[in-house]
């Protein structure tokens, strides 16, 4: 088997793997219309901070918190309220979308 075909092997199993366990945030990086971006960053209590950034329906600027030990469960965590729906406007945010 060739190298290529290795990574997009391997490729294609994490990106089943993470739609499985991670559909929520999965969906969201799937829409490219929705998607703004993601940041993770560790906080002083040894758990990191997961922040999904997109937009509302009405094309507001919203923001998704997920926190957790770690990156991965930090976008547990982020996947969880994603969930439940838990998107809150982005106070911080230049604007609508247009």
């Known amino acids: 088997m060739s190298r290529k075909r290795k990574g997009v092997d391997k490729y294609l199993a ?31 209590d040894g758990t990191f901070l997961a922040v999904a950034m997109g937009y509302g329906s009405d094309g507001a600027p919203m923001v998704c918190f ?3 030990y770690g ?15 838990n998107w809150k406007v982005d106070k911080f945010a230049d604007g609508h979308k247009e």
């Open 14 to 44: 994490v990106e089943r793997l993470v739609q499985a366990e991670l559909p929520h945030l999965h969906g969201f990086f799937s829409e490219e219309d929705e998607y703004r971006g993601l940041s993770i960053k560790p906080r002083p």
């Open 66 to 68: 997920g926190q957790g």
């Open 71 to 85: 990156v991965v469960g930090a976008l547990m965590g982020l996947d969880k309220t994603m969930q439940a729906g």
